[in-house]
């Protein structure tokens, strides 16, 4: 009991003490939900969904595919490649494209493409933007699709931390910058790595992070954090909510210890504020 109490003093104070940055890096973001079957799935769910949202998401909805390649032998003849399509997610969308819901069987997503956060407006948008939209995408769907519970949850979000120059140390950016070595060239041209942390509870961070080409002018580093979490034993709607805020203040925390002082200025971070998520 006392390490949950522990646990709740450190997100409120990373939460309320968190850094705005006028120019985020944040490409997507995307929570995931995974669910224990309830209703049998039938493909009316997401029109059902689509209608409950429709004022938000007024998009045309459209398919996710998912490409499916496999052996089909029998016996006395060769081994034949059998291909197909199935259906991932129905994704629905609003006007611009910008935000979106992805539902297919036992799976329930909302993505936030950029901008994420509006300088004009950065108390309405951002996390307080995001979060009303996961909180107003799960309800709908325990009401249309009826699952039994939450079984895994995921907190993704991608950043593309872009260098106005054709030249950069990795190191000046990003913390985890892969170590010179003796004996190599002391500049790199291309990396990617991925790591994997666990946290002492049912969590576990994953972090993905290279250079990317985006100009000839201009170079740039992915840093894709990912913060999951899953358990056997599953976890009710109102849990399930609470574990996302708390997947949020360890991704802030996470990519804070990940960037450099060089990178907040990419970023042009302002004053930082007192705010909540509730």
Known sequence: MRASFTVAAQIIQVMHQRHRYKNPPIEEAICEFHFSPGQEWDYTIPGKLHTALSEDYAGKPREQKIVQVGLETQEGKSPNLRYGEGLAKVQLVTKDGKRMIGVGPDVLSIHMLRPYQSSAHPDQSG???????IHEAIEAYWKVSEPKAVIRIGLRYINKIEIPRNKAKVEDYLECAPPNVSGLPGHINNFMSRAEYNYQDSVQLVILQGSIEISQNSLGFLLDLDVIW??????????????????????????????TDKARELFNESDRTQVTTT
């Open 230 to 259: 899953q358990d056997a034993e599953p976890i009710t709607k109102q849990d399930a909510l609470m574990k996302v805020s708390e997947l949020r203040a360890r991704e802030r925390e996470a990519f804070e210890a990940v960037i």
């Open 127 to 133: 996390w307080d933007e995001f979060y009303p939209r």
